[in-house]
């Protein structure tokens, strides 16, 4: 599960790219079509899986466009076709008081004919559906509106040849081309919603400047290769994940990470692909392109997350199962009904038409792909990649949210908040000049801190001779031929070196004391500060009756005093891993919904165990099979939004839910002749509007989402 983490946090903090292209491949997705249940869900054609690991974004929106053509194409041939068809029909023609005759006697046969067409080519899609539902033993949307044209279609042929009664030709062109236009739209405004896809993929440039012996060529991104250098202008895309060879500027990676202020980047920093140049030229060499590059692997995660089924989803497909089988009791029920208490066969069999039509469940079956599709893209743009749709949806169950402390509740960057000499014979800088020459063979995260502030002086450090560690205590080495050693409290505790209260530092310092010749000479303190942003996330978390727990493997006066400052509800500090995983187990034993916030190096393994494993900071380790939504920026306050934004998901597709079904509670006994006696009944053709109204209106409230996540 861990798969070769280094237990090295910097670069999870450094990057915000993902560098390690092959651990994404393990959840690469397998089809990149969206399950839209626009009809189409069963079609074979539908399932256009990028098993060739293509970003899946483009084919998949082509393959969109063309259905949407389809069904376009289709309604308009069936809508021309009809106009005959009403226009000869003796029902339309009684109703509206005219007579027209084309072919002297043999209008029926011309309206057979033309209602053949309509019935095959206009119905085909619905008709198909059918077949593939059945074979899937999966009766849905496609069985009823199958059902529904094919009675109307063989009784209105019988008629023609012969049976008793009176033909409704113009009821099934009519049915047919309303449910085809109910399609195309539905089909355009699902299409609406996965657009935010389509503007990720805009955002990667198309050509390049590639340096080839001091000459710049304008080249296809696709045509790069790893290593080639390219040229970025001031003002230009960086076409490319790559890393600076040459050159500084500032670069604006707010689509990236959310980040407003441009982030200063010079040689040896690693720009992504996408992101904007500020105001210098920067020459970098190619590092991930194509599929490997960071915003393709965001897009192919967006994708996942909007093909993957979530439980939601699985309920509207039962329901929609069921209405079909509701629909053929109650239309056939119908049917039976009105021939009993004596009505004509054709009253009978329009009821039992009615029924079926109305019972469709378009609008159940946008209700959730819409909703899914908006959120995530929406989710995305905001910096919180969903890789799993199901915990996504589940946020909204969270009990307690355990917080891994560096990184996420705090900055994750040891900075020197003091340094003094404990001994006259050494300047104050002398300390971190003696400090420096050993802390800068080591890549201990304080040594890093160490090493930021003699540069920000720019203080000279001597060479070090025989370095080496003390094992989880310090390091020790020759400076100027004097023994020095950079360590920690707990080594001069075991050596009986006194040193006093005062020198010891504050409870969320880390401190550690030069000694020369084993003499205490100085000391340094480091902290690592508490994110602006950690006091108002909590807040909002407890607001929403989520408990907060820490977990660190800190000490317990630093856990205690970040826990203090943050008012939060629990913490454990030392503890390792695997004990962070037994932990997590511990609460979801005692009945809690927990969800685990890490970095996702040592947090792995518990990352994976929580009923939400949300990774901070999109490192190197955000592509280990562990978390189920990654969080871009190490921001908490995006946490909070997180489960804010899954709430208001839910609560759409629960509206939509209780609409979809809702109309049809009170549709179907009007279709089925409830209210006949009182002159109250919904025709086929006045059903199929209703539906496609209904359809609507969950879309329109769908797209609300929108303004749930500012």
């Avoid at 670069?11 to 292209?21: C, F, K, R, T």
């Avoid at 029920?333 to 208490?341: E, Q, S």
């Avoid at 943050?566 to 009945?591: C, R, S, T, V, W």
């Amino acid at each position: 599960m861990q798969k070769n983490h280094k237990d090295h946090h910097n670069s999870s903090h450094q990057n915000n790219g993902i560098d390690n292209p092959e651990e994404l491949q393990d959840h690469k997705h397998k089809n990149g079509g969206h399950n839209h249940h626009h009809g189409h869900e069963n079609h074979e054609s539908h399932g256009d899986s990028h098993e060739d690991g293509g970003h899946g974004g483009h084919d998949h929106s082509q393959h969109h466009a063309m259905m949407i053509r389809d069904f376009r194409k289709r309604f308009w041939i069936s809508l021309i076709l009809s106009i005959p068809i009403l226009v000869l029909s003796p029902m339309v023609q009684g109703l509206l008081g005219f007579e027209f005759s084309l072919t002297q006697g043999y209008d029926n046969y011309l309206l057979f004919t033309l209602s053949t067409v309509v019935f095959f080519y206009g119905g085909w899609p619905f008709l198909s559906g059918l077949i593939d539902e059945l074979k899937k033993k999966q009766p849905g949307m496609m069985t009823l509106i199958a059902v529904a044209i094919t009675v109307a279609w063989g009784y209105s042929s019988a008629t023609t040849f012969g049976l008793e009664g009176s033909s409704f030709f113009w009821e099934l062109a009519t049915l047919i081309d309303i449910m085809l236009l109910g399609h195309w739209i539905e089909m355009k405004s699902v299409m609406g919603a996965s657009q935010s896809l389509q503007k990720l993929v805009a955002l990667m440039p198309s050509e390049a400047h590639l340096l080839k012996n001091g000459e710049t060529e304008d080249v296809k991104v696709d045509e790069l290769k790893k290593e080639d250098q390219v040229l970025v202008h001031p003002g230009e895309k960086i076409p490319v994940d790559g890393v600076i060879t040459d050159g500084e500027s500032s670069v604006n990676e707010s689509m990236v990470t959310g980040e407003s202020k441009p982030v200063k980047k010079s040689k040896d920093d690693k720009v992504i692909g996408g992101t904007i140049n500020g105001n210098g030229s920067l020459t970098l060499s190619v590092q991930q392109i194509g599929e490997e590059a960071y915003l393709s692997k965001v897009i192919d995660m967006v994708q996942e997350a909007q093909n993957k089924k979530s439980k939601t989803q699985n309920l509207a497909d039962r329901i929609a199962a069921w209405l079909t089988i509701v629909a053929l009791t109650v239309g056939f029920g119908t049917l039976i009904t009105w021939l009993l208490l004596g009505e004509s066969f054709v009253f009978a069999l329009e009821r039992m038409v009615s029924v079926m039509v109305i019972t469709c469940p378009h609008a159940l079956g946008l209700a959730v792909p819409l909703v899914v599709a908006i959120s995530t893209s929406l989710a995305a743009s905001k910096g919180l990649l969903i890789r799993n749709r199901t915990a996504f949806e589940n946020s909204r169950k969270i009990t307690v949210l355990a917080f891994d402390k560096t990184g996420t509740l705090t900055k994750g960057n040891f900075a020197v908040s003091r340094y003094e000499a404990l001994s006259e014979e050494y300047k104050k800088d002398d300390i971190l000049k003696l400090a420096g020459a050993l802390e800068s063979k080591s890549e201990h995260p304080l040594a890093t801190g160490i090493m930021q502030k003699i540069k920000e002086l720019e203080l000279d450090i001597n060479e070090a001779d025989d370095f080496n560690a003390i094992s989880g205590k310090g390091i020790e080495g020759l400076v100027d031929n004097k023994k020095v050693k950079v360590v920690s409290p707990n080594y001069l505790k075991e050596n009986n070196i006194e040193i006093t209260d005062d020198q010891k530092g504050n409870q969320q310092e880390t401190v550690v004391f030069v000694l020369v010749d084993d003499h205490p000479a100085g000391v340094i303190a480091m902290s690592d500060e508490i994110r602006p942003e950690a006091h108002e996330a909590i807040a909002t978390l407890k607001e929403n009756g989520i408990k907060v727990v820490m977990m660190t493997g800190d000490n317990e006066k630093v856990a205690k005093a970040v826990s203090d400052e943050l008012k939060l509800d629990d913490y454990f500090a030392g503890i390792l891993p695997e004990q962070k995983l037994e932990k997590i187990k511990e609460l979801q034993e005692n009945g809690e919904f927990v969800a685990m916030t890490g970095d996702g190096i040592n947090d792995a393994p518990a990352l994976a165990t929580a009923n939400i494993g949300i990774a901070v900071g999109s490192g190197t380790d955000v592509a280990a099979e562990t978390a189920d939504i990654i969080l871009v920026n190490s921001n908490p306050q995006d946490i909070a939004s997180l489960i804010t934004f899954g709430k208001a998901t839910y609560r759409k597709m629960i509206q939509n839910f209780v609409w979809a079904t809702g109309y049809n509670v009170v549709a179907i006994p009007l279709a089925a002749g409830v209210l006949y006696s009182a002159g109250i009944v919904i025709s086929p053709a006045v059903g199929a509007v209703l539906m496609s109204l209904s359809t609507v209106i969950v879309a329109v409230n769908a797209q609300l989402l929108k303004r749930k996540l500012k």
